[in-house]
Every structure is written in C-alpha cells, then in structure tokens.
C-alpha cells in the first residue's frame, strides 16, 4: 500500500503517517495539492488521504484530467457531520477524524487494499481456475485473462498478484479501453516535460509506476496495433522510452493482460498482432461467466448485500430464499457487475427481516428494469408442512408490493431513480452505476421527468 498523505493539520497528519506505516503502508508527504499531483506523476500512490481544508473538490477533477484512479480519504479535526458530508460530496470516499484512531485507519488501509476486490467462489468450475491461477502465480510468466465483460477478470489479475512473488511491491492497472488512443503511450509509458503540449512536467508512466510488480493491461484488445508494437518492444527488452525522452529506462515488471474479445480472431482479422498476441498468452485463464457458476451467485450476492448494508449504513439483511431462486434463475448478461448493481439496489428498497423478491429488480433485454411484483406469490403457496413458515418469510415482501400495488412499471422505476439519485446527493455517476444503468439512459429519464414537471435532485443537493 503506497500512502500519500496531503497537509500538515498541526502534526496530526504525522500521526496518522506514523499509525499508517506501522500497519504496513509506504508513506509519502506532500503540503498542498499541487506537490501532491506532482508526487503522483513521479511516483504514484494507492491511496491519498488528504487535509479537508485543501479544497477536495478542485482535487479530484484534476486527478480524472490525468487518469488517475485513486481513492481519496478526507481527513480532518472534529466528528461534525456537516464536515465529513461535505468531503463525501466532493469525491472523497470516506471522512477520518483527527487525531486519528489507529484502529480506524487500520480498517480504511483494509477496506481499499481490498475494495471491492473480494475473490469469492464456490462452485467447482471456479475453483479449477483458482487453482490453476495459484499455481502458476510464482512464475514471471505473462499472463492473459479472457472472459465476459463483468466476470471478475481484474480480480483474477490481483488474485495473482497476491499469490506471486511480488506482492509486497506495486499492482498497477491501466485500462485501455477508458484512455483516448493519442494519450495511450503517454499514460503506459511516461513524457518528459514539453513532449507535447500539455506536458507541463516529465511523469512517469504506469510501466515505471510498476517497476518491481505487476502491470494490469485491461481490454487490451483495444490498443492501436501502432502502440502495440512499441509494447512488445518493452515487453521483450524490459526497457521503455518515455515521450520525448532520449534514452531507455529499465523496468522490471510482470506483465498481466485481459480480454473480453478472442484475440486469436482479432489476430486474424488483423486488429492484434501475432507476436504480441504468443508473447502475453504464456498462460491463458479463462474466467467462466456466471451462468456457467451457478454455485457462486448465492455466495457472492451475500457478500455484496453485507457490503452496500455497511456502505450505506443501513440494517443488515439476509438475501430471503425465494429471492435467492429469483437470482439463480436470472441470464445475468453483465455477470458478477451486474448482480452487484442489483444487490446494491435491493439493500435500498428493502423493508423487513430479509431482502425478498419485492427488492430484487432485475433489467430485461433492453437494460429496463423490471418489476416482479407478482414474484412473492409462490412462498404463500407452498406445500404443507413449511407453509405457515413460507407465509411468515413472504410477508414482509407481500407488504412492499401491496405498497406498488396500482402504479405503473414507469411509475415505480421513477420513484426508484428519484429516491436514488436523492440518496446520491444528486451525483448522477453514483446512481447510474447503483442503478446499473448507463449515465446516458440516467440522463435521458431525468430529461423526460424534467418535461413532465418533476423536480430532480441537483448534485450536492441535501436529501
């Protein structure tokens, strides 16, 4: 865990570094928000935790402008809601007190080394891969990971990490897909200062950010073949050239990359090159969709509602066993992304002991969701023998759609967007992503309810 800790807050902030470095993390000072973006050009972080009177909301759409995807802690004297509600708002992922309590930053060094990064499996197809992904983790081998989009694929690729022999040093990932295709090599392999406009200062790229661990090249079958060849260069030489740079800088790395295309018919269609292709399939791990494991969505689906219960701050709930079936049953075509937006859903709308059917919205073909407000029906009618416990289980979710009873399917997808985006503070990313629906859809439902006369939450806005 590389820390990079931003102020001073009277030695407060030391203290927590010294907290910080005892549990295991490397730390790294900057005083104010410039140095600390300078930092990052030159040596990265995994986590930042920043001084709240540094103005977090000017930080983090600067740390968006260079790509870089690291959590942000806010951190400040006193406990007042209106303060750590207020760091929340402007990016932050959670609010630290000070001075600071050394279990409390334990628990935040944790829960980002993990976030979200739970390798969860039961079923036997899922624990053929995990082991074999064991096995081969030790060796300097490259590594690529194929699979649907949403399988897990970089889970997989930390899970390795994790088991390989460089898993005290840095895991670095890059998604070439998010990243313009002119700021691609720039953003892999560093610029000096002035090798383009823009380049007001020399950064390094995600192959120095790596050196000594793991390099992530997720969907890398969306790189130029251009670029991919100044790749395999880097990978066979273990030498990179920054942007503008006028000699080679040495890199020591292991090369992990994933795919949800097949690259051996990009290869033949000519979208991928061969020799790049034969370099980084050493060894092939082919994460299973999760219709393939059905095992797995009973184990997963409970983490993520004890996840989003403790996010969000509400009462814990077991996943009820008609809505257990309900999930079995589903395609899941967006796979474990999907059943997390859905489960992440489903702790908001439930009421009760359980989260029933009642909660569970499941999107048809087109990406709607839908409502089953008649999928309570069969834990009333069960057999006898079980049936006065089945009423009991199905009463709770009987009372939330008797509560929908009479609206349209429109009518209560609108509610739920509403309340969403009301429990979001208004930030539209949040909710599309809880939503589990595109920003684009977000925007355009919020439009037509904005035509309809109905009042929208605004980012920032109190709930």
Known sequence: MRLLIVGTLNGQLGAA?????????????????????????????????????LDIPSLIPKLRAEHFSIPVVACGIGTDPKIAAAAIRGGAKEYIPLPPDAEL??????????????????????????????????SEASILI????GTGKEVMA???????????????????AAIPENLLESELFGHEKGAFTGAVARRIGKFE??????????????????????????????????????????????????????????????NFREDLFFRLNVVNLRVPSLRER?????AIAAHFAKKYADINQVEEREI??????????????????????TIHRAVLLASGDTIGTGAILLPDASGNLTFNAGGNAP?????????????MDGASDLEEAASLVGKTVAEVERELIIDTLKHCLGNRTHAANILGISIRTLRNKLNQYQTEGVSIPQPGAPV
């Open 105 to 138: 930053i334990a628990a935040v060094l944790e829960a980002v080394t993990e976030d979200s990064q739970a390798f969860i499996y039961r079923d036997p197809i899922m624990k053929n891969v995990a082991a074999l992904a064991e096995q081969v983790a030790p």
């Open 146 to 149: 194929t699979g649907e989009s």
């Open 158 to 176: 930390r899970f390795v990490h994790q088991k390989s022999r460089r898993a005290n040093k840095p895991f670095v990932a890059v998604n070439c």
């Open 379 to 391: 834990a009333a009618a069960a057999p006898s023998g079980d049936a006065g416990a089945s009423v």
């Open 294 to 298: 059905p095992a797995d969505i009973a």
């Open 320 to 341: 009820s066993p008609d809505a257990m079936k309900m999930l079995q049953a589903h395609h899941w075509q967006g796979n474990v992304r999907e059943l997390e937006n």
């Open 17 to 53: 570094s010294q907290i910080a470095i005892e549990r295991g993390a490397k730390v790294t000072h900057a005083p104010d928000i410039d140095t600390a973006l300078g930092t990052l050009r030159t040596r990265g972080a995994d986590l930042l935790m920043v001084e709240i009177s």
């Open 209 to 270: 950010e790596a050196d000594g661990g793991t390099l992530l090249l997720d969907e890398i079958s969306e790189m130029d073949v251009r670029l991919q060849a100044k790749l395999l260069r880097a990978i066979q030489e273990r030498q990179i050239d920054r942007v503008g740079g006028g000699k080679p800088v040495n890199v020591n790395i292991r090369i992990i990359a994933t795919s949800n295309r097949n690259l051996q018919e990009e290869v033949k269609a000519g």
